[in-house]
């Protein structure tokens, strides 16, 4: 019996695509819930201005339709006329490929804008078609690049799982690290602060009295947040934006659309000082993990960024249930404070050889000491030693 056919198609908006349809395959019930991936997140990227050509983001989404199926694949995509906004750094590789003569940008990135964080890249149905249907977005995605005279392909922030077969694919593989809370079946804060040495948890115990003197914390999620809180957290994500990246990623629109469709995924954490707020951090709420995004403050203060960011991330994770808290790209002083270190990967596929070549003995390289760093760190993480 013949397999059915498969219809590849190349959409430069979601709007060409109905919600129904893209989450179907972004976020299938066997799969924990990425609210990256939703179409809700990823067309109030597109529809606030924050991917767009303008910005150097123009959306070319891969979509597969079968007959009798509608949308059974999809791969998020996006020609990038710069490497801004990424996290995964390969300015390198095009100052090398340009100074000989090539041109580097325009490249293609599969990846969620703006989003350090690892999900599916290649979206697919889970049944009998999903390998094929896999294959065939890989294929589609790389042929645009060869077609196109487009330099490269980069897939960033895949699962380790996927990093594996695409490495079996032949595309180049590179790792980074990032550092992430585990939660090992805590009732509470002070049980999570148990499983660390003594030393440890009185450092803990002690910057976080000192961030929460004169302050109250607030959780706001759901059909609580408001567009007033979101003008206030704007003024702080403009802030950090401003004083880190020069040219923040996001509009003001942009969070409006954000809390209109996705209030149920969003926890806001304001301090407070005699009820006006301070400082504030934008997470996302996965199917079992927590994801920090965003922080800013109009009052600097000895650690409270630690405590709006990562303690009272703990704390949400704890109440939930969720497995993880991410917090976000680098920050090896995040160790200290019981966040571990964990693999990232993304894939690359480069057209001209020479280049494909020098990037893969690089990235040989790098993944070895990549991997010794996380040794390294994993021997001096502040949990107590078996023993």
């Given at each position: 019996?013949?397999?059915?056919?498969?219809?590849?198609?190349?959409?430069?908006?979601?709007?060409?695509?109905?919600?129904?349809?893209?989450?179907?395959?972004?976020?299938?019930?066997?799969?924990?819930?990425?609210?990256?991936?939703s179409?809700?997140?990823?067309?109030a990227?597109?529809?606030?201005?924050?991917?767009?050509?303008?910005?150097?983001?123009?959306?070319?989404?891969?979509?597969?339709?079968?007959?009798?199926?509608?949308?059974?694949g999809?791969?998020?995509?996006?020609?990038?006329?710069?490497?801004?906004?990424?996290?995964?750094?390969?300015?390198?590789?095009?100052?090398?490929?340009?100074?000989?003569?090539?041109?580097?940008?325009?490249?293609?990135?599969?990846?969620?804008?703006?989003?350090?964080?690892?999900?599916?890249?290649?979206?697919?149905?889970?049944?009998?078609?999903?390998v094929?249907?896999?294959?065939?977005?890989?294929?589609?995605?790389?042929?645009?690049?060869?077609?196109?005279?487009?330099?490269?392909?980069?897939?960033?922030?895949?699962?380790?799982?996927?990093?594996?077969?695409?490495?079996?694919?032949?595309?180049?593989?590179r790792?980074?690290?990032?550092?992430?809370?585990?939660?090992?079946?805590?009732?509470?804060?002070?049980?999570?602060?148990?499983?660390?040495?003594?030393?440890?948890?009185?450092?803990?115990?002690k910057?976080?009295?000192?961030?929460?003197?004169?302050?109250?914390?607030?959780?706001?999620?759901?059909?609580?947040?408001?567009?007033?809180?979101?003008?206030?957290?704007y003024?702080?994500?403009?802030?950090?934006?401003a004083?880190?990246?020069?040219?923040?990623?996001?509009?003001?629109?942009?969070?409006?659309?954000?809390g209109?469709?996705?209030?149920?995924?969003?926890l806001?954490?304001f301090?407070?000082?005699?009820?006006?707020?301070?400082?504030?951090?934008?997470n996302?709420?996965?199917?079992?993990?927590?994801?920090?995004?965003?922080?800013?403050?109009?009052?600097?203060?000895?650690?409270?960024?630690?405590?709006?960011?990562?303690?009272?991330?703990?704390?949400?994770?704890?109440?939930?249930?969720?497995?993880?808290?991410?917090?976000?790209?680098?920050?090896?002083?995040?160790?200290?404070?019981g966040?571990?270190?964990?693999?990232?990967?993304?894939?690359?596929?480069?057209?001209?050889?020479?280049?494909?070549?020098?990037?893969?003995e690089?990235?040989?390289?790098?993944?070895?000491?990549?991997?010794?760093?996380a040794?390294f760190?994993?021997?001096?993480?502040?949990?107590?030693?078996?023993?």
């Amino acid at each position: 019996m013949d397999e059915p056919r498969l219809e590849i198609r190349l959409i430069n908006s979601l709007d060409e695509v109905s919600a129904e349809e893209w989450n179907a395959v972004a976020n299938p019930p066997s799969e924990p819930y990425d609210p990256f991936l939703s179409w809700q997140f990823l067309q109030a990227m597109e529809e606030s201005g924050a991917a767009s050509p303008e910005t150097g983001w123009a959306p070319h989404h891969i979509i597969i339709e079968q007959a009798g199926r509608g949308l059974c694949g999809a791969m998020p995509l996006y020609l990038k006329s710069h490497s801004q906004g990424e996290f995964v750094f390969d300015h390198s590789w095009a100052d090398a490929y340009e100074r000989a003569g090539g041109r580097y940008y325009p490249k293609l990135l599969s990846a969620v804008p703006f989003t350090p964080v690892t999900g599916r890249r290649r979206l697919v149905r889970p049944g009998p078609d999903a390998v094929r249907i896999s294959e065939a977005l890989l294929g589609a995605a790389v042929k645009i690049a060869a077609d196109n005279d487009i330099s490269s392909l980069h897939i960033n922030f895949l699962t380790g799982e996927e990093a594996l077969r695409l490495d079996t694919a032949g595309l180049l593989i590179r790792t980074d690290q990032q550092f992430h809370w585990k939660n090992d079946g805590y009732e509470s804060f002070d049980d999570f602060l148990n499983a660390l040495s003594s030393a440890k948890r009185k450092n803990l115990r002690k910057e976080r009295r000192r961030a929460q003197e004169g302050l109250t914390f607030r959780h706001i999620t759901g059909s609580d947040i408001t567009e007033d809180h979101w003008d206030i957290f704007y003024e702080f994500y403009m802030d950090t934006g401003a004083r880190k990246w020069g040219s923040p990623y996001l509009n003001r629109e942009t969070f409006s659309l954000l809390g209109e469709r996705l209030a149920d995924d969003i926890l806001l954490i304001f301090a407070e000082e005699d009820g006006e707020p301070i400082a504030g951090a934008l997470n996302m709420i996965g199917g079992d993990r927590l994801l920090g995004r965003y922080w800013g403050t109009v009052s600097a203060r000895p650690m409270l960024h630690f405590e709006t960011c990562y303690y009272q991330a703990i704390d949400f994770a704890i109440a939930r249930g969720l497995k993880t808290v991410e917090a976000g790209a680098q920050g090896g002083h995040k160790l200290a404070r019981g966040y571990v270190p964990e693999t990232t990967y993304s894939a690359h596929w480069i057209a001209h050889e020479g280049l494909a070549d020098a990037v893969g003995e690089y990235l040989g390289r790098e993944r070895q000491m990549v991997e010794r760093e996380a040794d390294f760190l994993r021997e001096r993480t502040p949990f107590k030693k078996d023993g």
